[in-house]
C-alpha cells in the first residue's frame, strides 16, 4: 500500500520560521520514518548555524564545542559597554566603610575620640566634617568640649546648628553666652526650633516670666530647653504653690532660680520641704523661704543640709532654736559650713573669750556671724574697747546682741556719742541693752529721748527703744512703767514668716539682705 501523504511533513520542515522546539514535542511526528528524521535533524542544524552566525562567524571549531564550553565563551565574548552598569550592594557598603574611615582618620588626627560616633550618620566626606569642626571651634567650643560630646559632630551647620543659634540670638541670648551655653547643653544643637524650642519658651512665658527675662532663665539654666512640658517642668511648679507659694510670685522665683524646672518633686523638692517641717519650720514658712531665696532648694539635702544641722547641733545650737536660725538665714544649710564653724569658734574665744554654750547663743541671734571676716570682728571689738568697756562687758554685749560685730563702726560712733554727751547715761546700760546701736539715731533714738526728757521719764534703754513707734506713743500715756514691758524679747521670731502677706513688713521681708 503507498502513502501518499508523507511528502507534506517535508513541507513543514522547511518553513524556516517554526521555532527549533517545536519539533521535540510533537507526537504527530513519532510516526515519520527515519529518513525523514534525518533530513528533520539535518534541517535544525543548518537553522541554528546560519542564526548563530548573525552574531560571531561558525566554525567547524564551535561546533565541536560542547554545550558548557559554548555558553563560557559566548559570556566573556559580550561586550560590557552594550549594558548598562551600577556599583553592587556590596561594593556601595565597602565605599561607605572606606569614607568613614578617612573621616575618623581625620578627627583622630585633630585629637577628637570617634568611639561613640559609631551608628551615627556623619558626613561621607572629610571636607565637610572639617567645616563642622571650624564651626564649633568658632564658637569657642575645644577639642576637648567636642569629646565631652562627640555626637555634637552629627550636626549639620545649615540645617542645625545656624537655626538653633539664630532663634536664641533672637531671643536676646548675648552671643557671649554661646560657649559656655553649648558646654553645659550642647544637644540643643540636636533639636528643632518649631517643635522642640519655642514651645518651651511659650510654657516659660505662661509661668509669668517676662520676655525679657527669658534670655537670662536660658543663659542660668539651658537645660530647660530639653524638658518635657507635661514632665518634671509642670509638677515642680505645682507642687510649690500647693505648699503655699503664692501663684504671682512663681514668675520671679523661676527667674532667680529656674533650676526648679528640672527638680523632682518626690525625690528633691518633697523630701526637702518634710525634713524642715520636721525642725519646726511648717511648709507655710517653707513657701516664704523659697519665695525669698528659691535657690535653697538647690542645696544637697544629704550632702549639705543634714550634715549642718548636726554641726549647728554640736557647736551647743539648741534643738528649739534651729527653726529660726534656719529662717534668720537659710544660706547657712547649703555654706562649707564645717571649716567656717570651727574657725569662728576658735577665733572669738581668742578675741572675747566666749565660751562653747556662749557661741551658740551667738550662733542663735545672729547666723550670719559664721561669714564675717576676722578683721570686721576685731576692728568692732577694739572700737569698744575704746568706748571704755573691758574685754568681760565687750563679751557679754557680743553675746546678748552679735549684730555689733556687722555694725558701720562710724555710724557706731556717733551713736555712741550721743549716748556719752546727750544722754548721760552709763556704759552699763549699754552692756545690758547692746542693742541701743542698731536703732537709727536721728529717726528713733534722738525722738524717742527727747520725749521722755520733756515728761521726765526714767527708763532703760530697753524700754525707751525695743517697741514699735505706735507702742511707744502709747507707753506715753502710761502713768508708770510696766516691768514686763522692758524685759521684751526683740529676737527674731518664726510666726513673722506665718503673718498674711499684706502685714509682712519690709525689714521681714528683707532680714537676710543685711548680710547676704
Same mark, same amino acid.
Request: proline fraction near 6%.
Given at each position: 500500500?503507498?502513502?501518499?501523504?508523507?511528502?507534506?511533513?517535508?513541507?513543514?520542515?522547511?518553513?524556516?520560521?517554526?521555532?527549533?522546539?517545536?519539533?521535540?514535542?510533537?507526537?504527530?511526528?513519532?510516526?515519520?520514518?527515519?529518513?525523514?528524521?534525518?533530513?528533520?535533524?539535518?534541517?535544525?542544524?543548518?537553522?541554528?548555524?546560519?542564526?548563530?552566525?548573525?552574531?560571531?562567524?561558525?566554525?567547524?571549531?564551535?561546533?565541536?564545542?560542547?554545550?558548557?564550553?559554548?555558553?563560557?565563551?559566548?559570556?566573556?565574548?559580550?561586550?560590557?559597554?552594550?549594558?548598562?552598569?551600577?556599583?553592587?550592594?556590596?561594593?556601595?557598603?565597602?565605599?561607605?566603610?572606606?569614607?568613614?574611615?578617612?573621616?575618623?582618620?581625620?578627627?583622630?588626627?585633630?585629637?577628637?575620640?570617634?568611639?561613640?560616633?559609631?551608628?551615627?550618620?556623619?558626613?561621607?566626606?572629610?571636607?565637610?566634617?572639617?567645616?563642622?569642626?571650624?564651626?564649633?571651634?568658632?564658637?569657642?567650643?575645644?577639642?576637648?568640649?567636642?569629646?565631652?560630646?562627640?555626637? /555634637?559632630?552629627?550636626?549639620?551647620?545649615?540645617?542645625?546648628? /545656624?537655626?538653633?543659634?539664630?532663634?536664641?540670638?533672637?531671643?536676646?541670648?548675648?552671643?557671649?553666652?554661646?560657649?559656655?551655653?553649648?558646654?553645659?547643653?550642647?544637644?540643643?544643637?540636636?533639636?528643632?526650633?518649631?517643635?522642640?524650642?519655642?514651645?518651651?519658651?511659650?510654657?516659660?512665658?505662661?509661668?509669668?516670666?517676662?520676655?525679657?527675662?527669658?534670655?537670662?532663665?536660658?543663659?542660668?539654666?539651658?537645660?530647660?530647653?530639653?524638658?518635657?512640658?507635661?514632665?518634671?517642668?509642670?509638677?515642680?511648679?505645682?507642687?510649690?504653690?500647693?505648699?503655699?507659694?503664692?501663684?504671682?510670685?512663681?514668675?520671679?522665683?523661676?527667674?532667680?532660680?529656674?533650676?526648679?524646672?528640672?527638680?523632682?518633686?518626690?525625690?528633691?523638692?518633697?523630701?526637702?520641704?518634710?525634713?524642715?517641717?520636721?525642725?519646726?519650720?511648717?511648709?507655710?514658712?517653707?513657701?516664704?523661704? /523659697?519665695?525669698?531665696?528659691?535657690?535653697?532648694?538647690?542645696?544637697?539635702?544629704?550632702?549639705?543640709?543634714?550634715?549642718?544641722?548636726?554641726?549647728?547641733?554640736?557647736?551647743?545650737?539648741?534643738?528649739?532654736?534651729?527653726?529660726?536660725?534656719?529662717?534668720?538665714?537659710?544660706?547657712?544649710?547649703?555654706?562649707?559650713?564645717?571649716?567656717?564653724?570651727?574657725?569662728?569658734?576658735?577665733?572669738?574665744?581668742?578675741?572675747?573669750?566666749?565660751?562653747?554654750?556662749?557661741?551658740?547663743?551667738?550662733?542663735?541671734?545672729?547666723?550670719?556671724?559664721?561669714?564675717?571676716?576676722?578683721?570686721?570682728?576685731?576692728?568692732? /571689738?577694739?572700737?569698744?574697747?575704746?568706748?571704755?568697756?573691758?574685754?568681760?562687758?565687750?563679751?557679754?554685749?557680743?553675746?546678748?546682741?552679735?549684730?555689733?560685730?556687722?555694725?558701720?563702726?562710724?555710724?557706731?560712733?556717733?551713736?555712741?556719742?550721743?549716748?556719752?554727751?546727750?544722754?548721760?547715761?552709763?556704759?552699763?546700760?549699754?552692756?545690758?541693752?547692746?542693742?541701743?546701736?542698731?536703732?537709727?539715731?536721728?529717726?528713733?533714738?534722738?525722738?524717742?529721748?527727747?520725749?521722755?526728757?520733756?515728761?521726765?521719764?526714767?527708763?532703760?534703754?530697753?524700754?525707751?527703744?525695743?517697741?514699735?513707734?505706735?507702742?511707744?506713743?502709747?507707753?506715753?500715756?502710761?502713768?508708770?512703767?510696766?516691768?514686763?514691758?522692758?524685759?521684751?524679747?526683740?529676737?527674731?521670731?518664726?510666726?513673722?514668716?506665718?503673718?498674711?502677706?499684706?502685714?509682712?513688713?519690709?525689714?521681714?521681708?528683707?532680714?537676710?539682705?543685711?548680710?547676704?
Amino acid at each position: 500500500m503507498k502513502i501518499t501523504s508523507l511528502p507534506r511533513p517535508s513541507l513543514l520542515l522547511v518553513h524556516c520560521d517554526l521555532p527549533a522546539f517545536a519539533f521535540h514535542g510533537s507526537k504527530s511526528l513519532s510516526i515519520l520514518s527515519p529518513c525523514i528524521c534525518v533530513k528533520r535533524c539535518r534541517l535544525v542544524m543548518n537553522i541554528h548555524s546560519s542564526v548563530s552566525g548573525r552574531t560571531r562567524p561558525s566554525t567547524s571549531k564551535n561546533v565541536s564545542l560542547s554545550k558548557g564550553d559554548r555558553y563560557n565563551r559566548e559570556r566573556n565574548e559580550v561586550n560590557p559597554s552594550s549594558f548598562y552598569t551600577h556599583p553592587s550592594l556590596l561594593e556601595l557598603k565597602n565605599e561607605r566603610i572606606a569614607n568613614r574611615a578617612r573621616v575618623y582618620d581625620f578627627l583622630k588626627g585633630i585629637g577628637i575620640v570617634p568611639d561613640e560616633l559609631d551608628g551615627l550618620e556623619l558626613p561621607v566626606t572629610v571636607e565637610v566634617m572639617r567645616e563642622r569642626v571650624d564651626f564649633l571651634h568658632k564658637l569657642g567650643l575645644t577639642v576637648e568640649d567636642i569629646n565631652n560630646y562627640p555626637l /555634637v559632630l552629627g550636626c549639620s551647620v545649615k540645617k542645625n546648628m /545656624v537655626p538653633v543659634l539664630d532663634f536664641l540670638g533672637k531671643l536676646g541670648v548675648r552671643k557671649s553666652t554661646f560657649t559656655e551655653f553649648l558646654r553645659r547643653y550642647p544637644q540643643v544643637l540636636h533639636a528643632s526650633v518649631v517643635v522642640d524650642l519655642q514651645p518651651v519658651v511659650n510654657y516659660l512665658q505662661g509661668m509669668d516670666i517676662k520676655p525679657s527675662d527669658i534670655p537670662r532663665v536660658l543663659e542660668r539654666y539651658p537645660e530647660v530647653l530639653g524638658f518635657k512640658l507635661e514632665g518634671t517642668m509642670s509638677t515642680s511648679v505645682a507642687y510649690l504653690v500647693g505648699i503655699g507659694v503664692a501663684r504671682r510670685e512663681i514668675g520671679g522665683v523661676l527667674t532667680r532660680y529656674p533650676e526648679i524646672l528640672g527638680m523632682r518633686v518626690g525625690r528633691v523638692i518633697k523630701p526637702f520641704v518634710e525634713y524642715l517641717g520636721s525642725l519646726g519650720i511648717p511648709s507655710l514658712a517653707v513657701a516664704r523661704l /523659697v519665695e525669698k531665696r528659691p535657690h535653697i532648694l538647690g542645696f544637697g539635702l544629704n550632702e549639705r543640709v543634714k550634715p549642718n544641722i548636726k554641726l549647728l547641733l554640736e557647736c551647743n545650737v539648741r534643738q528649739k532654736s534651729l527653726a529660726n536660725v534656719i529662717a534668720q538665714y537659710p544660706e547657712i544649710m547649703g555654706i562649707d559650713l564645717e571649716s567656717k564653724l570651727l574657725s569662728k569658734r576658735d577665733f572669738l574665744n581668742s578675741v572675747v573669750e566666749t565660751s562653747p554654750e556662749e557661741i551658740g547663743r551667738i550662733l542663735e541671734k545672729m547666723p550670719q556671724s559664721v561669714v564675717l571676716s576676722d578683721k570686721a570682728i576685731v576692728r568692732h /571689738v577694739d572700737f569698744l574697747k575704746e568706748c571704755g568697756f573691758s574685754v568681760e562687758q565687750v563679751r557679754k554685749m557680743v553675746v546678748g546682741c552679735p549684730q555689733l560685730l556687722a555694725l558701720n563702726v562710724d555710724i557706731m560712733k556717733l551713736s555712741f556719742d550721743f549716748f556719752k554727751s546727750a544722754m548721760g547715761r552709763p556704759l552699763d546700760d549699754l552692756v545690758a541693752f547692746p542693742a541701743y546701736f542698731t536703732y537709727g539715731l536721728e529717726a528713733t533714738v534722738k525722738p524717742r529721748h527727747r520725749m521722755i526728757a520733756q515728761k521726765g521719764i526714767k527708763c532703760s534703754l530697753a524700754w525707751l527703744l525695743n517697741c514699735s513707734d505706735e507702742k511707744f506713743e502709747d507707753r506715753m500715756n502710761y502713768d508708770s512703767i510696766d516691768l514686763e514691758e522692758m524685759e521684751e524679747d526683740s529676737s527674731f521670731h518664726l510666726d513673722s514668716l506665718m503673718k498674711p502677706r499684706t502685714q509682712v513688713s519690709d525689714s521681714e521681708s528683707d532680714i537676710n539682705d543685711e548680710y547676704a
